[in-house]
């Protein structure tokens, strides 16, 4: 039998065909952001014990606030951290809500993508379902960033993070030894320009970040601090940013920073996208950090300092309540100083006997 071999297409060939292909179709702008409302992507950055994960599991009991019934929520956790940091805050969490709730325990990339993965089938689905839009949570982008290296170290070089590290640790002392600079070795110095780090990105960014980026429900990421030295950085006055990915403060909308000292918690926004103004350092100490955040957002939004106007879609899409008849303009009051504490009603308390 004789066969005929397919002529190949060149790649400039096939690029310009493209051109004529419709890979993608278009959605008017009301559809649009009814089907994505104005859901949220958000960093929540701060040191060990600064309350993030409580931050993000008092959003459940700001839901139930709003009236939001267990079957209309869906969160699914990404989580690489110790168990006992979700275990231990348990009981805060409304009974009714728990079995809403779906952890993907991770340790190495193979699994934070596929965990991502199935949890977005779950979330889409849910709202397939019930048309209301879901939460990922992704704890510590630090680690996601670190198990991103590690892959790329096993499929390059065949032995992971650390035993790489340990290879090439010699090789670096004399490289910076040859260049003068004896004493400032790095580890990350065993990975080199185009080579590594470019495919590095490609397995943080690429094939996983910004995939998540685009998700048509809410996301929120948890990470710890590392320091800042870019003077063009919205963080060069704190001297700390967000760890992980260096990027990955323009894949979010929202980026707050949460501390702990003296038994005194705080939130404090430095990125707050659609707004034309932040609201001041806030203490949360016994209160739902969440909630204090969107009453914060609320009081911006009566001030005109939202650049944006979702609400109506907001609405129509069941993101938030129909909003009472606006009162007559007022003078607006002066704007709080930095550190102002500004008090919350006693129900964004936690009631940890549920």
């Excluded at 004789?2 to 959605?27: A, D, F, N, Q, Y």
């Excluded at 869906?74 to 110790?82: E, G, L, Q, S, T």
């Excluded at 032995?159 to 790095?186: C, H, R």
Aim: proline share 5%.
């Amino acid at each position: 039998m004789v066969t005929t071999k397919k002529p190949t297409v060149g790649i400039g060939e096939r690029g310009r065909s493209l051109w004529e292909e419709k890979t993608v179709s278009s959605i008017n702008f009301s559809d649009y952001v009814d089907e994505i409302a104005d859901t949220e992507k958000m960093i929540i950055v701060g040191e060990s014990n600064s309350g993030k994960t409580t931050f993000y599991l008092g959003i459940i009991q700001h839901i139930k606030q709003q009236g939001v019934k267990p079957k209309d929520f869906m969160m699914c956790i990404v989580f690489p951290d110790r168990p006992t940091g979700l275990t231990k805050l348990f009981r805060m969490i409304p009974k009714e809500y728990r079995d809403r709730i779906f952890i993907y325990g991770i340790d190495k990339y193979e699994d934070l993508v596929s965990a991502t993965a199935q949890a977005e089938k779950k979330l889409l689905e849910h709202h397939k379902l019930t048309g209301k839009h879901g939460w990922l949570v992704n704890e510590l982008l630090e680690e996601d960033w670190k198990m991103s290296q590690d892959y790329y170290s096993r499929q390059a070089y065949g032995e992971n993070l650390g035993d790489y590290f340990a290879t090439k640790a010699e090789v670096i002392k004399q490289m910076m030894a040859e260049k003068g600079k004896a004493g400032k070795e790095s580890a990350y110095q065993a990975f080199t320009g185009f080579q590594d780090w470019t495919t590095i990105k490609y397995f943080h960014n690429f094939n996983w970040i910004d995939r998540i980026k685009r998700m048509p429900f809410n996301v929120l990421f948890t990470a710890e601090l590392k320091a800042e030295e870019n003077k063009n950085s919205i963080f060069y006055d704190l001297g700390y940013r967000p760890a992980g990915e260096k990027d990955n403060l323009h894949r979010v909308d929202t980026i707050l920073h949460l501390t702990h000292q003296s038994n005194e918690f705080t939130i404090q926004p430095f990125k707050l996208t659609g707004y034309t103004k932040l609201y001041a350092k806030t203490k949360i100490t016994g209160k739902n950090g969440y909630a204090v955040h969107r009453k914060r957002i609320e009081q911006l939004e009566a001030q005109g300092l939202r650049s944006s106007a979702f609400a109506e879609y907001e609405e129509d899409a069941g993101i938030t309540p129909p909003k009472a008849p606006s009162k007559p303009k007022q003078k607006p009051k002066p704007e709080p100083k930095e550190q102002e504490v500004k008090e919350e009603p006693e129900d964004d308390e936690f009631d940890l006997s549920l």
